[in-house]
């Protein structure tokens, strides 16, 4: 059973920095392709960012330029470094793994982030 356990969610000031980290319990974290995700209250499920173990990060417009993902494979863990919150930007962050092998996902208990003056 795969479990993700995200941290690092909170409330920042406008133009402020939050890092986002999702640890992840697998056999071989290098198998799966990580994703964080964001959910707005009455808003659907929208992916942010994703990043593989090979190849370039994926990111949705409203992260680029803003938002870094990046991944671990030693430590099974992935990240997200959001830069210049906006106001547009609260909302519950999720981690996402998707196996390359059978392309199930699994999904962390998400993480809240805040942005207000």
């Known amino acids: 059973q795969v479990q993700l356990v995200e941290s690092g969610g909170g409330l920042v000031q406008p133009g402020g920095s939050l890092r986002l980290s999702c640890a992840a319990s697998v056999t071989i974290f290098s198998l799966y392709i990580m994703g964080w995700y964001r959910q707005a209250p009455g808003k659907q499920r929208e992916l942010i960012a994703a990043?593989?173990?090979?190849?370039?990060?994926n990111y949705a417009d409203s992260a680029k330029g803003r938002f870094t993902i990046s991944r671990d494979n030693a430590k099974n863990t992935v990240y997200l470094q959001m830069n210049n919150l906006k106001p547009a930007d609260p909302a519950i962050y999720y981690c996402?793994?998707?196996?390359?092998?059978?392309?199930?996902?699994?999904w962390g208990q998400g993480t809240q982030v805040t942005v207000s003056a």
């Open positions: 996402n793994a998707e196996s390359t092998l059978s392309n199930t996902n699994y």
């Open positions: 990043i593989a173990s090979v190849g370039r990060p």
